[in-house]
């Protein structure tokens, strides 16, 4: 079973920029590399929304309210897979969370609120 933990939110202003992170335990680096990574985010009173998937090292997806806006990016070696958020804007506020797809293993979340 894979274990996941986020860090990196936090309170930015309309137009700027975050980077999350989600570090992954419990498998090895050549299985990490082979898993299906996504990012979730469930903001105030609405349901949890897929964000960014990233498979291997060169598919990846995006919701179309984020694409051009945000960047799924995972290092093997470090067994670890990012969200980088530009442009951020007010909707963009939630909890986001990292989900391993095969396993559905999800992290505790991070907050991200984007207020001025």
């Known amino acids: 079973q894979v274990q996941l933990v986020e860090s990196g939110g936090g309170l930015v202003q309309p137009g700027g920029s975050l980077r999350l992170s989600c570090e992954a335990s419990?498998?090895?680096?050549?299985?990490?590399?082979?898993?299906?990574m996504r990012w979730y985010r469930q903001g105030p009173g609405k349901e949890r929304e897929l964000v960014a998937t990233i498979a291997g090292i060169r598919y990846t997806y995006y919701s179309d309210s984020v694409k051009g806006r945000f960047t799924i990016s995972r290092d093997n070696a470090k067994k670890m897979v990012y969200l980088q958020m530009n442009n951020l804007k007010p909707e963009d506020t939630g909890v986001y969370y990292c989900n391993q797809r095969d396993s559905g293993s999800w992290g505790q979340g991070t907050q991200v609120t984007v207020s001025s």
């Open positions: 419990g498998s090895s680096e050549s299985v990490f590399s082979s898993l299906t």
